[in-house]
């Protein structure tokens, strides 16, 4: 197998603080690879502002400028540009290079952190992983009550060293600098075996959960709060008239994290390839995108019912990105997020790492903690399970709390 060559992916530094770094990708075209860039650099903790993309259907060349959502964040550029080249189509042009032997399929590991808790802990562990590149696929997190915490997570690693004593030595080293004297011990190794599934949810969580969908070209208002009630502002159209083959679509909506994401996401798995596209965002908070594309057999996307069904879907994907709800779980309160999963299979890249900073930053603790699959609605999503402590200052017994609960976890996980 060959990648492409260093000079696939160059990134610019930024010149100043405050401005942006410049991502350039050069390389073979193929359906979804924007799809695949724009995860990645949402998975660095990274904000698109700008973007210009264009390709013959062959080649494709693509421009990100990019910064990142917090001034505290640690990027590690070389560790993207690596995520980046491994994303890059193969190629059999001479100055392309033989990369190492890597398995198809990542194998899946088990990390177990046995510490005393304490308010952010959960995050803190989180945010430990993601730095190191480590995703995670699923987390039974417990509380004793004798104020003990066992955190089990099944983890990939993104650079596929975690079979190596170092790289586990470095990770429970990072964890345990930063936790400090709360953690007891931790180990890594091998899953022996590992289901994506969970215990079944409640069906009235369920139905408050998935019921967001579209009618009539409006989304249930009672699910926004007043700030983002102009998310329904959202306008999508499509032109034909302007190129003789290719397909415009125009979008202007609410800017958001990871809103390209979504959007070449949804056109990833309708099979639409863009060929010319340009996002630009404005002082105000909105977005405007011109995306030039085209159906996989090559062909502008003429009938009518699949043009409604790509502006509904896009509507969609846009308005609610993310579901998050607040449900009664016997005496207890449960936070439930849930993102849609792509045909592929990835799920949306630092959810887990938002709801659990959103949780720290209110003060609120996790009693425990899961992340699943479920199927609705013909499609798989993603679903995280946070049991909430009742002893905070927001008791998510309380309405109003829980108001003020969903609406901020719904923001730090929109970037707002």
Known sequence: MVAASEDAVVIQPAKRAGEPTVVTVNCPDQTGLGCDLCRAILDFGLYITRGDVSTDGKWCY????VVPRSTSSNIQWASLKNRLLSLCPSCSIPFYF??????????????????????GLLHDVTKVLCELELTIHRVKVSTTPDGRVVDLFFITDAMELLHTKARRDDTCGRLSAVLGESVNSCEIELAESFQQGFSSLPPAALEELFRLEMSGGEVCSQTLSPEMKRLKKADVNIDNSLSHSHTLIQIHCVD??????????TLKDCSIQ?????????????????????????????????????????????????????????????LLVANPVELCGKGRPRVFHDVT?????????????????????????????????DSGELPPANSQARSQIVDRVRRTMMGW
Request: glycine share 6%; with cysteine; aromatic share 10%.
């Open 98 to 119: 033989d990369t190492a032997n890597r398995p198809m399929t990542s194998q899946m590991y088990l990390l177990k952190l046995f510490s005393v808790d304490r308010k």
């Open 274 to 334: 863009v060929a010319y596209g340009r996002f630009l965002s404005d002082k105000r908070g909105s977005r405007e995108v011109d995306l030039f594309v085209q159906q996989s057999d090559g062909k502008k996307v003429i009938d009518p019912d699949k043009q409604d069904i790509l502006s509904s879907r896009l509507k969609l994907e846009m308005l609610h990105p993310l579901r998050v709800v607040i449900a009664n779980r016997g005496p207890d309160a449960e």
């Open 62 to 65: 693509l421009v990100f400028w």
């Open 357 to 389: 900073l959103a949780l720290k930053l209110l003060g609120i603790c996790i009693f425990s903690a899961e992340i699943g699959r479920h199927t609705a609605f013909g499609r798989q999503w993603e679903v995280y399970r946070f049991l909430l402590d």
């Open 256 to 265: 958001q994290k990871g809103l390209l994401y979504d959007i070449m996401r």
